[in-house]
């Protein structure tokens, strides 16, 4: 039966998929819409907000200046939109603004970028999960006490629908972006119809005063202001992460993103204007519980866009409540655009050597599994040092949105500037030219915007983001260099090829008793022929050492036995002076250690078991020419478990065959986990690929032409006689063949995991199967 682990497992993440399947989780445009937009269109519940946070310090005078700031984002958000679908057509990789910036301007403003864009996908969980928690606390006073355990929880949630791959999370926050986007839409229309018809609109915080406010005039009103469009500006977050996701579109890639993201800006700008049109009609008063005179005491002020909800729809309508879910699972959600990003970049600087290669590899359901809980992590940790405060950790973010956008559209101009240096068809330069008066302009604009956001928000909390960023580049270099440092010292000289043998091979088996274990290992180095045997014991008791003697001697074992003296009663350093001893007194010998050792079956017997082998081993390992050897011993408890996996293969598989001939009306949990277990090992056994009339390899007759089909598991190059032979492995399901090409080296198409159908001769030679030289068909993966 399944574990209880991979029962966990599979109900949280789900099951396995095979590599062709990767096909299978590229998204069309009406789901890549929700999965990379989710952030730009959420900021829309806060952008406005943030603008009249800072506009009321100076007092109700200054929030006419809304509108005109509101204005001045929505064309910059244009204009980085219209720059940015030039980068998904030049760059369609995915590497986003990281590999515009390696590739134009180098490595070390690529990494600038890639630590910019880290910072920003960490503070973007970090401030949605935050804003969507606050918003859904806005309609349910009661969970303000709770905001950050709920804020933890939604992150550990995101984060398992993320593990199950993007397609199904996708999926999942597809309805919520769209509900979010409808309401947002009604409740404009509906405010806009009521402010023509003369009804107008009126927020609960009307009437309330701001206190504490501060006259603001000559550079110190240019200051509020230019803060105001910083705090602003945070409705740009998340542009550029369809340019970073471009590989998850479905083809034609570019152009489907390039699509996406014009969707994205239109929706943006729209929903961004309408809200502040209504809350500046409603007169909503944004400021702290603090400054506001009028507010009950004990209440919190409610978020401007639950404010103008309740002014258009009324305070007890079905429409507010609606409203305010959605505005907080957009928010929430909006988290899932970075969890789609950053798991992608760092798989990108993990195979260009800027990060651990742990990062590069997917995961059981084709997801950067290892970026993914790597960014939950930190976010994790913001939410809570920072209390889950959306006002706190928005004073840390769009530093490193803008200083990757400015990065990414001077990198862009470089590009364009190379391309029309080769390129003399007139239209094309045409083109050229119009996209780097584009992308000329974002570079200008973005980079005008990151100086107003540095001087504006250093104080506030942007010096965390402008201090991080130059460690994780730090870091990153360091990694790199670390790799470059390995890769050097293990390449091969340009004329070696020669494998370098020693001069001899001493054997030294390890021994504390004469048992199963001992001897086993013994046999086994005798195996390899090593130039000199010898078992070797350590004396920690003189009458234990007499025994293992006699009865050494009594059965006559044909090895001789070294007795080491240890007058401290120790294991470890004895031995590893006498393989030192060894290796002085032949510097070209190789010493194999060989460790008996016990393969358990619970995890609590490693505990009592395998203990001074583990520190002995760590210890050689250090010691140059010494090589170390565990000789496995399977325990009853082993051997146990052996049986009891057999046992649930055989379970499985009849799980199977009884599903495809009858299904039941109810199944447990546990039967269903077991009967997609039992699938996921038919399916890759079967292989799915058996032409009319194949034969299974289990059954194929010797010395007959037969048809077989199934996945190429191995594949390797075999000189024999100085003649090169290209072998492969192929398996069906029911046993495997060796297929080999005489004179071969490479066979286009002949990879591990292709799918075949051969057609040839089947031969037993010392037994084992093999078809020499076949006709050959080469099958389609399922994700081709």
């Not at 590229?26 to 937009?37: G, T």
């Not at 016990?598 to 210890?619: D, F, I, M």
């Given at each position: 039966m399944?574990?209880?682990?991979?029962i966990?497992?599979?109900?949280?993440?789900?099951r396995p998929?095979?590599?062709?399947?990767?096909?299978?989780t590229?998204?069309p445009k009406?789901?890549?819409?929700p999965?990379?937009?989710?952030?730009?269109?959420?900021s829309v519940?806060?952008?406005?907000?943030?603008i009249l946070?800072?506009?009321?310090?100076?007092?109700?005078?200054?929030?006419?200046?809304?509108?005109?700031?509101?204005?001045?984002?929505?064309?910059l958000?244009?204009?980085v939109v219209?720059?940015?679908?030039?980068n998904?057509h030049?760059?369609?990789s995915?590497?986003?603004d990281?590999?515009?910036a390696?590739?134009?301007?180098?490595?070390k403003?690529?990494?600038?970028?890639?630590?910019a864009?880290m910072?920003?996908?960490i503070?973007?969980v970090?401030v949605?999960?935050?804003?969507?928690v606050a918003?859904?606390?806005?309609?349910?006073?009661?969970?303000?006490a709770h905001?950050?355990?709920?804020?933890?929880a939604?992150?550990?949630?995101?984060t398992?629908?993320?593990?199950?791959?993007?397609r199904?999370?996708?999926?999942?926050?597809?309805?919520?972006?769209?509900?979010?986007?409808?309401?947002v839409?009604?409740?404009?229309?509906?405010?806009?119809i009521?402010?023509?018809?003369?009804?107008?609109?009126?927020a609960e915080?009307?009437?309330?005063?701001?206190i504490?406010?501060?006259?603001?005039s000559?550079l110190?009103?240019?200051?509020?202001?230019?803060?105001?469009?910083?705090?602003?500006?945070?409705a740009?977050?998340?542009?550029?992460?369809i340019?970073n996701g471009?590989?998850?579109?479905?083809?034609?890639?570019?152009?489907?993103?390039?699509?996406?993201l014009?969707?994205?800006?239109?929706?943006?700008?729209?929903?961004?204007a309408g809200?502040?049109?209504?809350?500046?009609a409603?007169?909503?008063?944004?400021a702290?519980a603090?400054?506001?005179?009028g507010?009950?005491?004990?209440?919190?002020?409610?978020?401007v866009i639950?404010?103008?909800?309740?002014?258009?729809?009324?305070?007890n309508?079905?429409?507010f409540?609606?409203?305010q879910?959605?505005?907080?699972?957009?928010?929430?959600?909006?988290?899932?655009?970075?969890?789609?990003?950053?798991?992608?970049?760092g798989?990108?600087?993990?195979?260009d050597?800027y990060?651990?290669?742990?990062?590069h590899?997917r995961?059981?359901?084709?997801?950067?599994?290892?970026?993914?809980?790597?960014?939950?992590?930190?976010?994790?940790?913001l939410v809570?040092?920072?209390?889950a405060?959306?006002?706190?950790?928005?004073?840390l973010?769009?530093v490193g949105?803008f200083?990757?956008?400015v990065?990414?559209?001077t990198?862009?101009?470089?590009?364009?500037?190379?391309?029309?240096?080769?390129?003399t068809d007139?239209?094309?330069?045409?083109?050229?030219?119009?996209?780097?008066?584009?992308n000329?302009?974002g570079?200008?604009?973005?980079?005008?915007?990151?100086?107003?956001?540095l001087?504006?928000?250093?104080?506030?909390?942007?010096?965390?983001?402008?201090?991080?960023m130059?460690i994780?580049?730090?870091?990153?270099?360091?990694?790199?260099?670390?790799y470059?440092?390995?890769?050097?010292e293990?390449?091969?000289m340009?004329?070696e090829?020669?494998?370098?043998?020693?001069?001899?091979?001493?054997?030294v088996?390890?021994v504390?008793?004469l048992?199963l274990?001992?001897l086993?290992a013994?046999?086994?180095?005798?195996?390899?022929?090593?130039s000199?045997?010898?078992?070797?014991t350590?004396?920690l008791?003189e009458?234990?050492?007499?025994?293992?003697?006699?009865?050494?001697?009594?059965r006559?074992?044909p090895?001789?036995?070294t007795?080491?003296d240890?007058?401290?009663?120790?294991?470890?350093?004895p031995?590893?002076?006498?393989?030192?001893?060894?290796?002085?007194?032949?510097?070209?010998?190789?010493?194999?250690?060989y460790?008996?050792?016990?393969?358990?079956?619970?995890?609590?017997?490693?505990?009592l078991h395998?203990q001074?082998?583990?520190?002995?081993?760590?210890?050689l390992?250090?010691?140059?020419?010494?090589?170390?050897?565990?000789?496995?011993y399977?325990?009853?408890s082993?051997?146990a478990r052996?049986?009891?996996?057999?046992a649930?293969?055989?379970?499985?598989?009849?799980?199977?065959t009884?599903?495809?001939?009858?299904?039941?009306?109810?199944?447990?949990?546990?039967?269903?986990?077991?009967?997609?277990n039992?699938?996921?090992?038919?399916?890759?056994?079967?292989?799915?690929?058996s032409?009319?009339?194949?034969?299974p390899?289990?059954?194929?007759?010797?010395?007959?032409q037969?048809c077989?089909?199934?996945?190429?598991?191995?594949?390797r190059?075999?000189p024999?006689?100085?003649v090169?032979?290209?072998?492969?492995d192929?398996?069906?399901g029911?046993?495997?063949?060796?297929?080999?090409?005489?004179?071969?080296?490479?066979?286009?198409?002949?990879?591990p995991?292709?799918r075949?159908?051969?057609?040839?001769r089947v031969?037993?030679?010392?037994?084992?199967?093999?078809?020499?030289?076949?006709?050959y068909?080469?099958?389609p993966?399922?994700?081709d």
């Amino acid at each position: 039966m399944p574990s209880a682990l991979g029962i966990a497992k599979r109900v949280m993440v789900g099951r396995p998929m095979r590599n062709e399947m990767l096909g299978e989780t590229l998204l069309p445009k009406k789901i890549a819409l929700p999965v990379f937009a989710s952030d730009a269109l959420s900021s829309v519940a806060y952008a406005t907000e943030e603008i009249l946070l800072v506009l009321s310090a100076g007092g109700l005078a200054l929030l006419h200046f809304t509108w005109w700031i509101a204005l001045a984002v929505g064309l910059l958000m244009l204009v980085v939109v219209a720059s940015y679908r030039q980068n998904v057509h030049a760059y369609p990789s995915g590497g986003g603004d990281y590999e515009v910036a390696t590739t134009n301007l180098g490595a070390k403003v690529g990494l600038t970028v890639a630590s910019a864009l880290m910072v920003d996908y960490i503070l973007t969980v970090a401030v949605s999960v935050s804003s969507g928690v606050a918003n859904l606390a806005s309609a349910f006073p009661a969970l303000n006490a709770h905001v950050v355990l709920i804020s933890v929880a939604v992150i550990a949630v995101i984060t398992l629908l993320n593990l199950r791959g993007v397609r199904e999370s996708g999926t999942a926050f597809a309805v919520p972006t769209y509900c979010f986007v409808a309401a947002v839409g009604v409740m404009i229309v509906t405010g806009l119809i009521r402010i023509v018809f003369g009804s107008g609109l009126h927020a609960e915080s009307e009437h309330y005063q701001i206190i504490n406010s501060t006259h603001y005039s000559g550079l110190l009103l240019v200051f509020l202001l230019l803060r105001a469009f910083a705090s602003g500006c945070t409705a740009l977050t998340g542009v550029e992460a369809i340019s970073n996701g471009v590989p998850a579109f479905k083809p034609p890639k570019s152009k489907n993103a390039a699509t996406t993201l014009a969707l994205l800006g239109g929706i943006a700008v729209a929903m961004f204007a309408g809200v502040t049109a209504l809350a500046l009609a409603g007169h909503v008063h944004a400021a702290d519980a603090a400054n506001l005179s009028g507010l009950p005491e004990g209440h919190e002020p409610r978020t401007v866009i639950a404010q103008v909800a309740r002014s258009v729809f009324g305070g007890n309508s079905p429409m507010f409540f609606l409203l305010q879910v959605v505005t907080a699972l957009i928010l929430v959600l909006a988290a899932n655009t970075a969890f789609n990003g950053f798991p992608v970049l760092g798989s990108i600087l993990a195979k260009d050597g800027y990060l651990p290669k742990q990062l590069h590899t997917r995961g059981d359901r084709l997801a950067f599994s290892n970026g993914i809980v790597l960014l939950a992590g930190f976010a994790t940790l913001l939410v809570v040092a920072f209390h889950a405060s959306p006002t706190r950790l928005i004073q840390l973010y769009i530093v490193g949105v803008f200083v990757s956008f400015v990065c990414s559209q001077t990198g862009m101009i470089r590009h364009w500037n190379r391309l029309l240096k080769d390129t003399t068809d007139v239209a094309a330069r045409r083109r050229m030219m119009r996209s780097r008066v584009i992308n000329a302009i974002g570079a200008g604009v973005t980079a005008a915007v990151l100086v107003i956001v540095l001087v504006t928000k250093f104080a506030k909390g942007a010096w965390i983001v402008v201090l991080a960023m130059p460690i994780i580049w730090l870091v990153m270099r360091g990694i790199n260099r670390h790799y470059a440092s390995v890769a050097r010292e293990l390449a091969l000289m340009e004329n070696e090829t020669r494998v370098s043998l020693p001069a001899n091979n001493h054997a030294v088996v390890l021994v504390s008793k004469l048992h199963l274990p001992a001897l086993r290992a013994l046999g086994y180095a005798s195996a390899t022929r090593p130039s000199r045997l010898e078992a070797v014991t350590v004396s920690l008791d003189e009458a234990d050492v007499a025994a293992l003697k006699e009865e050494w001697e009594r059965r006559s074992i044909p090895v001789p036995l070294t007795v080491i003296d240890s007058p401290y009663r120790e294991i470890t350093r004895p031995i590893i002076e006498y393989v030192k001893r060894l290796r002085s007194e032949n510097p070209d010998d190789v010493v194999t250690v060989y460790i008996p050792q016990y393969v358990l079956g619970h995890w609590w017997e490693q505990v009592l078991h395998n203990q001074s082998a583990l520190r002995l081993k760590s210890r050689l390992l250090f010691q140059r020419r010494v090589v170390v050897a565990a000789v496995p011993y399977q325990l009853q408890s082993a051997t146990a478990r052996i049986e009891r996996a057999k046992a649930q293969a055989a379970f499985q598989s009849a799980a199977v065959t009884k599903t495809k001939t009858k299904q039941p009306r109810q199944r447990t949990m546990l039967q269903n986990l077991t009967a997609e277990n039992a699938e996921l090992e038919a399916a890759s056994l079967s292989e799915a690929v058996s032409p009319s009339g194949a034969t299974p390899i289990a059954e194929c007759p010797d010395r007959e032409q037969v048809c077989l089909a199934g996945t190429l598991r191995t594949v390797r190059l075999r000189p024999r006689a100085g003649v090169p032979v290209l072998e492969a492995d192929l398996w069906d399901g029911t046993g495997s063949v060796t297929v080999s090409w005489l004179g071969r080296r490479e066979i286009p198409g002949i990879v591990p995991g292709r799918r075949i159908v051969v057609r040839g001769r089947v031969t037993t030679t010392d037994g084992k199967r093999a078809v020499f030289n076949p006709i050959y068909e080469l099958r389609p993966s399922a994700g081709d």
